[in-house]
């Protein structure tokens, strides 16, 4: 789907003035989303589209997003979900030998989840996410 330049000034006024200029990535992660979420033909446009708008103001107020901040904003749209570790349950996660039954885990959640892609999870620890989705 594309974006018109129309779509990222309107959102750039809706950040209160906050962007500074559209910065080439923005299209591209909000045409991404768009694109992935209309290739799996489910549910989630909105929530996929949010998120990458989220995204996107950070970097308009010029600002960077760590791990953690990114699952929080995923979590909150209905990407990610929290759910206790189960080696029966979630096998082939990265690092998994780190992990112990019925620590966090993030896992794909909504649109995401009826991805073919939504293998991958992340291990909520102390210091953040350490495994990438």
Known sequence: MAITDEQISEWCAQAQGKCFGVIPQARYVIEA?????TAVAVPGVVELTEFAKEMCRVG???????????LEAAEQHGLVRCEAYDPAVHSGITNSEYLNPGDSIYVFA?????????QGMAQETDGGSSNAL
Do not use: K, M
């Open 60 to 70: 308009f107020d010029g600002s960077d997003a760590s791990g953690g901040e990114i």
């Open 110 to 118: 909504g649109p995401l989840a009826a991805s073919p892609s939504a």
């Open 33 to 37: 989303a768009l694109t992935a979420a």
